[in-house]
């Protein structure tokens, strides 16, 4: 965007920077898998990368390459790398900085497979790892080793909504020279810029909030440093973990809206959180926004918005959760996250299920633990809906 000045709305709709030949107003799908050098010169000089020029899409594109830019620049980051989906960004972060005898220190609350990767697959090659609470930074500390490599934290974290102090792990991880990873999937750009807090790369699951119709799986990573970016969309590239010009041309039409839908969103999550926290038949609730929330102090300085992703429990414990899950009209019985519509799910048995049952139990992922993300319809009816299955129990 020529001014850098831009709020996040204007940013959200041109930011990327692709000007298209032809004046399009939206960038061109370029379905194409290669791309013809103007000469021979021109083809090695672009594998030397002494010249600029596209090569091959799963090295870079040009739709992919505006979305990259886009959310780079609402990041505040040097540069964008999109990946295929969500867990091809994590698996690239791990690759990037981990190797045999190399040690990382996450949070016990990730996204369920951002772990089970980790346990199942990484351990093979001899990477070593610890889980703590990264709410509370002292517990981090007391993991770092001499072979930590990595820092990896989710703020709000996925299902508990714990929220982990940025400017304090940073610091923590840079006092140790060790890079911090940041998942921001639960907020997006648009509520929290965790480069702007210290974080050294930011993660996104852009099948969530960024894309938000439920129509694409997508992942993107931010790097803050020239070198971390070089280094990543190497990885990347190797992996063969890219993204897809059509999916990319979806999510950057998805991304020009998340400021609109994450406002309503949120003005919904609200509502149905104070209805949730007097309900009778609700043990407790976890939501940013509410007093209740232990980092909700937290919350109000580092971010913008206290979202639309909430977990509860339903006096009664799992068998009670599942009767409600089993009831409700209006939202959706389905995993992931962040769409226009209100999804409901049960963590310990879906997206979390992979972790053993003492693992869940120690990150706060309880047997009777529901996750709500909450949609754009009328809160009016999703609360109505969320009465009714309640009552059902
Ligand atoms: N990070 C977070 C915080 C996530 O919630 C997810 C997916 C991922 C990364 C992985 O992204 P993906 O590869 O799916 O694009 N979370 C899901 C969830 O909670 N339900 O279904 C998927």
Redesign the pocket.
């Known amino acids: 965007m020529k001014n850098k000045n831009s709020g996040v709305n204007s940013k959200l709709i041109h930011s990327g920077g692709f000007e298209d030949l032809l004046g399009s107003a939206t960038t061109p799908i370029y379905q194409t898998s290669t791309f013809k050098f103007k000469n021979a010169d021109h083809g090695a000089a672009c594998f030397t990368g002494k010249e600029d020029g596209y090569i091959y899409t799963r090295i870079g594109n040009p739709t992919i390459e505006e979305l990259e830019n886009a959310v780079a620049d609402l990041e505040g980051g040097f540069g964008g790398i999109a990946t295929s ?6 698996t690239t972060v791990y690759m990037a900085f981990l190797g045999q005898g190399a040690h990382m220190v996450s949070h016990n609350a ?5 772990r089970g990767v980790m346990e199942s697959l990484f351990s093979k090659f001899g990477v070593e790892y610890d889980y703590v609470d990264t709410t509370d930074i002292e517990n981090v500390r007391r993991a770092i080793k001499p072979n930590t490599r990595l820092i990896y934290t ?1 703020t709000p ?3 508990t909504i714990g929220i982990t102090d940025l400017k304090a792990l940073a610091k923590l991880a840079h006092d140790h020279k060790i890079p911090l990873c940041v ?1 921001n ?2 907020c997006s750009p648009y509520l929290q810029t965790p480069l702007d807090l210290g974080a050294d790369i930011v ?6 909030f960024i894309n938000g119709h439920a129509d694409i ?3 993107m990573l931010v790097a803050k440093s020239e070198d971390h970016y070089k280094l990543l969309r190497g990885i990347m590239a190797n992996m063969g973990c890219n993204m897809d010009p059509h999916q990319a041309f979806m999510t950057r039409r998805g991304l020009k809206t998340l400021g609109i839908r994450i406002d309503r969103a949120q003005e919904n999550a609200k509502k149905v959180a104070v209805f949730l926290e007097a309900h009778p038949k609700v043990e407790w609730i976890r939501y940013p926004g509410l007093k209740s929330h232990p980092q909700y102090e937290l919350a109000q300085t580092q971010m913008k918005g206290p979202g639309a992703m909430l977990s509860f429990e339903v006096k009664g414990g799992f068998e009670a959760g599942k009767v409600m899950m089993d009831s409700v009209e209006l939202a959706l019985l389905a ?3 962040g769409g226009i519509e209100t999804l409901i ?1 049960h ?1 310990a048995s ?2 979390h299920s992979k972790i053993s049952r003492e693992a869940k139990i120690k990150a706060g992922i309880t047997d009777g633990l529901v ?1 709500l993300s909450v949609g754009i319809e009328d809160a009016e009816d999703i609360i109505q809906d969320l009465d009714q299955a309640l009552q059902k129990v």
């Open positions: 989906s969500g867990m091809g960004a994590i990730v996204y369920g497979p951002a989710e974290a996925n299902p998942d999937t639960f993660l996104h699951s852009m099948t969530k799986v997508a992942g995993v992931s996250l799910q963590p879906m997206t996750r």
